[in-house]
T-cell receptor
Framework: EAQVTQNPRYLITVTGKKLTVTCSQNMNHEYMSWYRQDPGLGLRQIYY???????DKGDVPEGYKVSRKEKRNFPLILESPSPNQTSLYFC????????????FGEGSRLTVL | GENVEQHPSTLSVQEGDSAVIKCTYSDSASNYFPWYKQELGKRPQLIIDIRSNVGEKKDQRIAVTLNKTAKHFSLHITETQPEDSAVYFC?????????????FGAGTRLTVKP
């Protein structure tokens, strides 16, 4: 089954404790992206990747890191989480960036205390 | 900056009425315009998209129209039903820092009252 898988789905952590949210897709998509969703603010892009070893900042990259060492995986790293990073995070992928359907993961709800 | 504007932010209609949501974009080179639906507690999913070589596309009760001259595209839902209640997002390409990329509108919360 074609899918985008995120883990963990739910996480409560404390300020400063490094964490990684994994994202994996099995559709051989070139493009992958991370979004955060906060009430009233829609989907804001954090980072995106056009292909392996190619990553770029989105609208709200501060406090986050990503890597794209393999085509299928695009982990989101919070080196030192802060309470303002409490949010719902979505990973998504598509065949290419501009011309195809985005497939979203189920979301990861992160709470930073 | 904001280059995909979506209106209205909330929309409430009576069951059976029509709903229209509009998005404007700024990148004149854009040629792909999708609409996503996000039901409560779920992930966004594509419901319809349009490419710049056509002006309208229909799929049962939903349609999307595109006006490239005015740089806007709209989602039309006819004969609305309670299950159409959701948040709808448009997206459009924009010229990112190093590469072209897609950006989402802020979303429209549609409520269909029975």
């Amino acid at each position: 089954e074609a899918q985008v898988t995120q883990n963990p789905r739910y996480l409560i952590t404390v300020t400063g404790k490094k964490l990684t949210v994994t994202c994996s897709q099995n559709m051989n998509h070139e493009y992958m992206s991370w979004y955060r969703q906060d009430p009233g603010l829609g989907l804001r892009q954090i980072y995106y990747s056009m292909n392996v070893e190619v990553t770029d900042k989105g609208d709200v990259p501060e406090g986050y890191k990503v890597s794209r060492k393999e085509k299928r995986n695009f982990p989101l790293i919070l080196e030192s989480p802060s309470p303002n990073q409490t949010s719902l995070y979505f990973c998504a992928s598509s065949l290419t960036a501009l011309t195809g359907e985005l497939f979203f993961g189920e979301g990861s709800r992160l709470t930073v205390l | 900056g904001e280059n995909v504007e979506q209106h209205p932010s909330t929309l409430s209609v009576q069951e059976g009425d029509s709903a229209v949501i509009k998005c404007t974009y700024s990148d004149s080179a854009s040629n792909y315009f999708p609409w996503y639906k996000q039901e409560l507690g779920k992930r966004p999913q594509l419901i319809i998209d349009i490419r710049s070589n056509v002006g309208e596309k229909k799929d049962q009760r939903i349609a999307v129209t595109l006006n490239k001259t005015a740089k806007h595209f709209s989602l039309h839902i006819t004969e609305t039903q309670p299950e159409d209640s959701a948040v709808y997002f448009c997206a459009a390409p924009w010229e990112g820092y190093n590469n072209n990329d897609m950006r989402f509108g802020a979303g429209t919360r549609l409520t269909v009252k029975p």
